[in-house]
Structures are given as structure tokens and as C-alpha cells.
């Protein structure tokens, strides 16, 4: 009932009152404002109560009038838990369910849904916070089975959302879907294997991010909350067109995930302080809100979308859903004006990101196949760092371009001819996708590159069959100027591990070329150590510390396969599979990554 | 020197917004300007809204309807 950011405003110049009677009569204020735009459009809304709002008797008599009346949903939050009963009984100031040690958590369970049962006569299905991680959900699913739906992840809320909040809000969640999934019993990042690694809910972001702002930006800046534009100031006077070209974007999902599409608005009350926020006063902040509930209305008295709650989304999101499907969304810019495009893709195997301005270059990849257990808050390891572990993040690892000395996390491919080398992050592409029974192909448009004597046509191709857990990539020389010049395709992978802009050690890491005829091995110590094996079938690298093989392999009688090992200035590894060709020769490779253990 | 203040529509600092940290500025009603406890910016409110105007433009998008998809 009294979210934060209203409460800190409300305590600007006094001390902290967690009843302070204004704020919650102002809260309240926008609650019923905000239920009634939506109803207005012909909408209807899961309202997600705080523990908070259960001691309010005028709140729970708006949820009941609006679930009676409309159909919406009551549902349970576990945001907003701090008020003063919260307080009396759990003697802390902590505002983050996940940062609990888990025996609190528990407890706050079963607090909170019991004083919702109380309060309603009944449990909630739905529920949620910014992060949930599935130690925290298999106990929900233990004592209260009901729940079939949930708000788990911020998407790429992580080190640049901490940045971004002067180093003060402790949402370390990188690593996520982007867009509903089923999560697995040991980690909620990674969707599940099968029906026995299935935790028992639909997990769902909290916002409906653009995936290529967010990437390499605030999540808080861009995403189907109006406020959150706002606070991006991604907006001119009182007109903002990117809420409706991001909800357009999100339909046109539809292209790349058999007919289905997503897209939601989750926005609290102290969004929409009556004191402005974001250099917006409250009308704007107010419009923005009318304006973004207004399409949705509009789009759905058009019939180009249905408005569910949560639990029916979680119903109809799990019907006849292969746990091996795929989410794929090829994203293009909406906000820069750049005509750049990246490929989003995730499984229960993986999840990576292409990007068409380096040539198709994997920016990002999560091994989801180790789904590791990682749990989060108090007396873990990790505390506050929920994030899962990526092999590469280019923005974080530097990608392509190094300054000066060594290598950056990315994985792209090099052309070469005598001491020339080309590779193919400096060539820009567009690209389409399709499908081939249960393979998604991303196939990008030909590119030129020039050598000094000629030039050659290139073209790649990722094909991903379902249920692999592998992405077989295909380089061809489409033409070229002197068809019998040599051009050497150099495919690699250069990676390390991490949830953060800081290098990890890679000790123990242990790298790996596998030939016909021979074999070669070496553990990580910054050596700078490179080997090349003839006729090779495998290179891998074995990275315990996340419990992950990744490894690329070939069907090529006569590629040859290397590693490298990097140095403390340089802490990466790479992995290369290599090959001689002329005019219409190709380099066929499969990217792999396996749960080690 | 007098008490900063919250001041109108809580002004982010302009230049930490270039760098994407929202920092929220106090305001000294004695100069009637604007400063930040992070990056030693100060300015007036025509100061503010004209950077504000500046870290838009990056958006070269922000005022096109796109629904080509």
C-alpha cells in the first residue's frame, strides 16, 4: 500500500511514520485511480496486494468490489511488505523478499499468504516480487500449491540497475527470459528441462522490456511502464509513441513463437505520486498511464488482444507447451534510430543473444543446461547477486573492441588471407528468421569483405533445432572476385564466466582440443598457452565454476581446432575451429554448452 | 550557506543522466540553483531542462509512431 518510493518522498524532511496517514490516503487515491482507467477501457487487472494493504480496510474493499464487479484478479504481492505490523513482527527493515535468509522467508510466507487468506477466505494463485529464487518458490509450492503464477525476475536488472540507482538498489538479477517461461526446480532463471524439473508456476518478468535499450541500459528507462519512460525521458511535451512501438514490438512476437506474444503493464501506485517524479508533474505522470491503458483498450476492441489475469495467463501459457520450445524474437531498434537488429533466444539449454551490428556476433550467452543452484540473500554465498552466470556479456567483457591489449568476451568469426584478417563484428547485416519443421533459423543478408587483391561474399546462418541444445552456425563464401584465392574461416568463441563487469579467476578452468589423431589439454593459469590440432572433431573448455562444458564441434574432414589461454590482463579463453576454403566453400560448426557434472 | 532543498519536480542531475545514474539534485534557494552531491553540477532550471533537452536527442525515435514489425 505504501510502495517505496512514495513513502521516501513522503519522509523528505521527517522522520520515518510507516502510517503516516497522508501517504496512505494518497496511495489509496491512486489505486482507485488507476483501477478505474483500466476498467474505463474495457480492461481488467490482477491487483496484487502488499501485506501492507491487508491491514487496510478501504484497500481490500476496492479488490473485492473491482473482483466482483470486473473480474479482476486478487492477487499477493511480496513488494511492499514494510509497514508497521511487518515491523512489530519481523523486527526488520529489509524491503526485499529474496534477501531474506531462507528460514525468514519462509516465515514471511507464510505470514503474508496467511493474513491474505484472513483477510479474503481465500489463498491467492498469483503472487511475486522482483526476484524470487526457486528455493523460495519450491517452498511456496511446498505449503501453498495453489500458486500457479508468478512475478520472478526483473529482466537484465542487474549491475547497470544498480549503477543506475546511484549504486543503492540491490536488484542483481541479470540473466532471465525475457518473456514468460516455466522455471526449473534449481534455478528460476532457466526454464525447465521436463515435467520433473518443472518448479510449478509460470514465472513472468515484471515488465515487458525492450530488449536492446535494456541490454545496454537502465531496465527502468525502457518498458512498457509509462512511468518508467517518463523517468527515461523517452518523450517530447506530452507525447510518447514508444510505449505503443514497444506494445507493437511485443505483438510482433507472433512472427517468432508460433502465433503467441506477450506483453504486460505492472505498475504501483508511488509511480504516480501526486507530487510528480521524473521532472514529469502528475498529470503527466497521470496521462502516460491514461494513454499506455488506452492502447491496450484500444488493441483489444479491435481484437488484436486479449486481457487475462495472471493465473488465466499461467493457464493458457502452460497449454499443450513443449517444455524443449523455445522463446526467439528477433528485436530491432524502436529508439535510436539505427535500423539495428538483435536475436534474442532462449531454451532450457541456453540463452543467447545475437547481434546483427557485429555480423551476427553472440553478445550473450547464459549455459541454462547447468541450471545451477544458486540461491540468493542472507547465509548464501551470493547474498545480494542473484544474476545467472553468463559465458559471455559483451558489454560487460569488453566484446570486440579491447582497448589496446587482449580480448573481449564475444563470439563471431574471422576471415583471412595471407596476413590479412577481417572479422565479422566490423560487418553490419540485417537479418530475417524462419522455420523448418522444429528449427529456428536466423539467416543474415550477404556481406562483403575486402582484401587488398579481392573481395568475397559472405553469408551466415544459425539454425537451432528444438530440443538440441546446440546452434549450428554456417559460414559461406557466397562469391568471390579471384574464385581461386585461399581464404582461411576462422569460427571462435572467446569467453570466461561472471554476473558482473569484474573478471573472475579462471584457475581450474580446463581447455581441451579433441583430433582424430590427437588430443591436447591444459588447465588455466594465464599462460598465454595456444595449441592447434589437425583434423579436429571437439574444442572445449570445462569451466567448473559455473558446472558448464561448452564446446564446439564440426563435421569437417579438414578443419583444423585450437584453444587459447589468455593472461591476467586479458582473463579469457578461446576456442576456434578453422578452415581453408575458396568461392563456395563453407565452415559448419555446432556450439554446445552442457551441465558439466 | 543555506540548507539545500528538495527541489521543484525533483530534478535529476543532467550530466549524471548522461552517464544514466539517476541522482536526484537539492537546490539552494539563496543562489536559485540547482547542485549535485556527486558530480560538483550546478545550474538553474534553464540550465537543467536545456541538458535535459540534450540527453533526449539521443533518442533520434522518440517522436515516431513505427509499425512496421
Known sequence: MVPEYLQKEAEQGKKEDLGRSTVIKESLDIFRTQQHIAHENGLRTTIQMTYASLFNEEAVAIAKEDHERYGDEIGSTFLGIQCQQFREKFTSRELAIWLFSLDDKKKIVNEVLGKFHEVFGFFPTSTGSYYMDAELVN??????????????????????AYWNANNSWYTLLDGGPWNPWIPSKRNIHCPASDEQDDIGIVAIPHLSRDLMAVFDGPGSYYGT???????GMVYEGDKIPYFNNLVDQYRSMVKY?????????FVGPGWMSKNGRWEADYDMLLKSYQDGMAYYGQLKKEGKASDVTMSEFADIFRKDRAYTRPECTLWKDILYGSRRQQFWYADPWMRFCLDMNQGGAMIDLRPYASKLIRPCGVGTPNLQDASYPFLIQSNYRAGYFTHYAGEGAVKSCKFSHGSEMVDLCTCRAQASFSEEDDTRIVTLEPVTIEFLAFSIQIQTVFRIKEGMGEVEIVRTILSSTEPSAEVTIDEYITACYGTTEYPEDLTGVRLTARGVAAEESIEYA??????????IQQVEAFVPQVDTLLSMHTSEDTASGYFREGFAFSPMYTLGIK???????????????EKAS | MAQGRKGKLNYRCPRCLMREIDMDMLYDLERNEYYCLRCSFTGDEVEVLRLNAQFREKYRDRLIRITDF
Open chain 1, 225 to 231: 511502464h509509462p512511468q518508467n519512460i517518463l523517468r
Open chain 1, 257 to 265: 513463437n508460433q502465433g503467441y506474444a506477450y506483453n504486460m503493464m
Open chain 1, 526 to 535: 594465464y599462460q598465454c598457452r595456444e595449441t592447434l590440432i589437425p583434423s
Open chain 1, 139 to 160: 517452498y511456496i509450492k511446498e505449503e501453498f500449491p495453489m500458486i500457479k503464477v508468478a512475478v520472478a525476475t526483473c529482466w537484465e536488472e542487474g549491475p547497470k
Open chain 1, 579 to 593: 578452415k581453408t576454403v575458396k568461392e563456395k566453400g563453407e565452415l559448419r560448426t555446432w556450439l554446445k554448452v
